[in-house]
């Protein structure tokens, strides 16, 4: 753990953005019905209610109604519909 947090500062004082050089998971919402997850390892499980995806910090869960898997790349996704909740599981 102490080696994670020296990692952690030596980016953080290179001014660099942490989600690029440690692959932390970057997660952009917009209003309630798109969400855009950066940085993923991975789908878990989908379907209309539900998303898990698999992050560098653990699993990410989505929750919401008619929730469509719009786009999935390597390393990112964009999920639509009506989200209701996310959470670090």
């Known amino acids: 753990m102490k080696g994670k947090n020296i990692i ?6 290179s001014g660099l953005p942490e989600d690029v050089i440690l692959g932390t998971p970057r997660v952009l919402l917009r209003g309630d019905r798109m969400l855009l997850i950066e940085n993923h390892q991975g789908v878990i ?6 998303l898990r995806v698999k992050t560098s910090l653990g699993v990410l869960g989505v929750d919401g109604v008619a929730l469509t898997l719009s786009e999935l790349g390597e390393e990112d996704l964009m999920l639509t519909g009506g989200i209701k909740s996310i959470s670090f599981l």
């Open 8 to 13: 952690q500062q030596a980016v953080q004082a």
């Open 45 to 50: 499980e989908y379907c209309a209610e539900k």
